[in-house]
């Protein structure tokens, strides 16, 4: 009895996720290459921050805050 519960949830699983996915409609070529900046942005901008975390010497340390700085404009800029 377990065993086909468990293949039920399984295809509850596999339709909840085939509902969400055919609700979205689908990106555009400039949507998509937006959304991979956007994301290439957020992901340059953690490192940056846990490198800063780490960094040691003082004009390291003010290189990543510019560094930073930058990454959050150009991150500002993409969601206007």
């Not at 949830?9 to 609700?23: I, K, L, N």
């Not at 937006?34 to 953690?46: F, I, V």
Request: hydrophobic share 45%; net charge positive.
């Amino acid at each position: 009895m377990a065993r086909g519960f468990e293949s039920k949830d399984v295809e509850f699983q596999q339709a909840e996720r085939e509902r969400a996915t055919s609700g979205r409609r689908a990106l555009t070529a400039e949507e998509r290459e937006a959304e991979a900046k956007r994301r290439t942005l957020e992901l340059a901008l953690a490192r940056a921050k846990g490198d800063l975390a780490a960094a040691r010497t003082a004009a390291h340390k003010r290189m990543l805050a510019e560094a930073i700085v930058a990454l959050e404009q150009q991150l500002a800029a993409t969601r206007d």
